[in-house]
């Protein structure tokens, strides 16, 4: 037990000295990072770094590397857009097809609870069918939350 918590200790003044390693700016020492460079990642204070728009890079170093990088990203934000309209799609018809879960489930329970003793299967076959639904409406509604909050 007692060596456990040794280790425990150890690993947490490891992280934070390497989360301190990473406030520094790369080339100066003494001075803190005001954030890393997209390309190579190193730490980099104001004097360092240059504002590519979508993230830093290393002055007179990584300009280049990083005016590419920001442009991949935009062409990639742009796919993932058209990707998310095609999700979006399959999502509507996915969510109608819990609608349909739904509606076929009422129809179960109703029947069955015309004649509860002999259509007992019925009714279960409709509690399941709208729980199916009803599960369905939430897979279908939740990504959508999602990008909400985003
Ligand atoms: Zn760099
Ligand atoms: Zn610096």
Redesign the pocket.
């Known amino acids: 037990m007692q060596a456990a918590g040794g280790r425990m200790g150890v690993s947490v003044s490891v992280d934070l000295q390497s989360h301190k390693e990473f406030m520094r700016c790369f080339y100066h020492h003494d001075r803190e990072s005001v954030g890393g460079?997209?390309?190579?990642?190193?730490g980099?204070c104001p004097e360092c770094a240059v504002d590519m728009g979508k993230g830093l890079?290393?002055r007179g170093?990584?300009e280049e590397?990083?005016r590419e990088l920001v442009t991949l990203i935009d062409r990639n934000i742009k796919l993932t857009a058209q990707t998310g309209n095609i999700l979006d799609s399959s999502r509507r018809i996915r969510s109608s097809g819990a609608s349909f879960n739904l509606v076929f489930g009422s129809i179960f329970l109703a029947w069955g609870l015309t004649d509860p003793e002999a259509f007992r299967f019925m009714i279960l076959l409709g509690v399941c069918f709208i729980a199916y639904g009803v599960f369905g409406m939430i897979q279908a509604r939740k990504p959508r939350g999602d990008r909400k909050d985003s």
């Open positions: 460079c997209k390309s190579c990642g190193k980099l890079a290393c170093r990584c590397d990083v």
